[in-house]
């Protein structure tokens, strides 16, 4: 049981409404879930970063829950809206980017991380505008060529695609850059992090570490770009069974000569690793053609001809690169606003802002196709700036 300012439990216990601000002047809203009171908000210490406490009503007492994910910045107050597995928050007076956040309490990645931590856990993801798609994990054995094949995709779709740096205990190669390449890190500090939830996942490679930050995949969606991941067989597997949907594809060698050529031709290895490599790459090619992780197998033999096939299956075949769109007009949600919710249609009710000088005082936030969320982003949310009510909610302006 933990302590909390004792006013805090008058307010509750007088104000259960959901989303309701706290008139303490401590920037906190309370959201109720069956006996659970959500108090997110400032912290007691005067700061204003954000924290979270569940009040138990049924036991009358605090609950101090573990909270995952990249926690949003401090903020000068904010409002919330219940939604089914998680609680909406619009921070008020913050960059259009950084204004919408999920807290989720009871999401499957929240019920996953509760089975391992055993206790209460609520987990942050941010919400991002626009239609990122889903990342894209890349297995197959040491030296197949997944490394090259990235790198096409990022030389010719600059804005499209990111790169999730992994985090690695093995050593940096020649030309490898810590933070681009992988971030090289110890053992030791690798181990404590992933103990404290910040992997999505990890695994021994090759006699190493390598492991997904969750921050790897998440710096990628807020720069608005498709997450790239190339991770191990064993790594893909986690993926698949975590709640980060993506699309799996298996790159295989044409032949174990041809891969050890490549492997040798690269000359990035000791001979040592090289066997090792090689031995590990028939299990792995085993796997990653028997098991049910991948979506989709690609043979590189002829690489252009590989690099076309990828293409293809993520669309991009004739995609002829398009001059930029005009910037989509942001907005940034005022200090002044309030909130009610109508099916899957957040409305905003903004009491002063830029919009009023073009009588369009009303935001509207679409909720009904919301996708993903953490770990990652929670993406698909989509802004529209309505005059009022009697519009019938039509001749909107798109803001995603
Ligand atoms: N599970 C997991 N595997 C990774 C990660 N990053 C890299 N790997 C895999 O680790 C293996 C070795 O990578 P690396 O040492 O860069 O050698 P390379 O495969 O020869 O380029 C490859 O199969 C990578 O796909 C990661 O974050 N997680
Ligand atoms: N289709 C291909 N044919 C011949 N060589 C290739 C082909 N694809 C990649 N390579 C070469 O094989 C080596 C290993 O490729 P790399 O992308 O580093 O593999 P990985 O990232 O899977 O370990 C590199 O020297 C690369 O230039």
Redesign the pocket.
Known sequence: MGEAPAFLVDDLQNEPLNGFELKNGTCKTTTTIGDKTYVIGGADDGTLSIEVQIFDRSRGEWVHPTVHGIKPLSCKGHSAVLLKDRILILKKGSKPDDQIWFLEFDTQYVRQLQNNFGNAVVVWSKGVTGNAEKPIVIS??????????ISMLMKEFPSMFGFSVSHTTRAPRNMEKDGVHYHFTEKSVMEKEIKDGKFLEFASVHGNLYGTSVEAVEVVADAGKRCIL?IDVQGARSVRASSLEAIFIF?CPPSME?LEK??R??GTETEEQVLKRLRNAEAEIEQGNSSKIFDFILY????EE?YEKLKKLLGLDGFVTASPKSAPREIILPMNHSLSKIDDKIIINCMSSELEKESKNLIMLDVSSLKGGAPGRTRRLDFQAVSSFSDGLTGMDQFS
């Open positions: 197959g054995p040491s030296g197949v060529g997944k490394g090259t094949l190339d790159i041809d490549r492997l031709g690269r590189n033999d002829n690489l590989c």
